[in-house]
């Protein structure tokens, strides 16, 4: 199976609303994470990323929660607006120490939806 | 924004054939690394280039292959194309760094149609 996997296919949200899209990993040597969003028809958007010697990390209106203990990685948006309506993908790198050369492992993707 | 260019943007192909996917990397940035991403599914890692070298390689057969130019640019080919190799195929770079890591920023794809 995946390394990488997305709790939920789709989340539906109020405007305004906070909104938290969960992710599961299960290489335990992972030591860097990304969130990208993605627009229909557009590549991969960086949005924030994280390692493993850190447990949350904020950005603007985001905020990226790891507990490595259970393997979890979740993303905060917070006062969620119509523009952030995509699909979110949890990344993982094993090989941060060493310039990435394993690559990305994605998951599936959580589709946003944001309700008006 | 993220400085890294891919071209074309949309192609169709038939089974069969070769094609060729450009990118241009973000400046400054010294490694570039191929995806494909079929329809509802996340990115799949094909390889990465570093300084003009393969250093890492997905679960893709060879005739996938690629090119990283001295100024950082890169090539995806692809043999042989079979209808399965319709995807859109990301280009990524990154600048590894020790400070900031290893920050993977992505091109708007290239759309292969093959038929």
């Known amino acids: 199976g995946e390394s990488v996997g997305l709790h939920l296919p789709t989340l539906s949200v109020q405007e305004g609303d906070n909104s938290i899209i969960n992710c599961a990993y299960s290489n335990s040597a992972s030591d860097y994470f990304i969130w990208y969003k993605q627009e229909s028809g557009k590549g991969p958007q960086f949005i924030i990323d994280?390692?493993?010697?850190?447990d949350k990390r904020q950005g603007q209106r985001v905020t990226v929660l790891l507990n490595k203990t259970v393997k979890h990685l979740s993303l905060q948006i917070a006062a969620t607006q119509p523009g952030d309506s995509a699909v979110y993908f949890c990344a993982e790198n094993p090989a941060y120490s060493g310039g990435g050369a394993d690559g990305l492992t994605f998951g599936k993707g959580t589709h946003l939806i944001i309700q008006p | 924004e993220t400085g890294v260019t891919q071209s074309p943007t949309h192609l169709i192909k038939t089974r069969g054939q070769q094609v060729t996917l450009r990118c241009s990397s973000q400046s400054g940035h010294n490694t570039v690394s191929w995806y494909q991403q079929a329809l509802g599914q996340g990115p799949q890692f094909i390889f990465q280039?570093?300084?003009?070298?393969?250093?890492g390689r997905g679960n893709f057969p060879p005739r996938f292959s690629g090119l990283q130019f001295p100024n950082y640019s890169s090539e995806l080919n692809v043999n042989a194309l079979e209808l399965d190799d319709s995807a859109l195929y990301l280009c990524?770079?990154?600048?590894?760094?020790?400070?900031?890591?290893?920050?993977?920023?992505f091109g708007e794809g290239s759309w292969l149609t093959v038929v």
């Open positions: 280039y570093y300084r003009e070298e393969e250093n």
């Open positions: 994280i390692r493993s010697n850190m």
């Open positions: 990524a770079s990154s600048l590894w760094d020790r400070a900031s890591g290893n920050t993977i920023y």
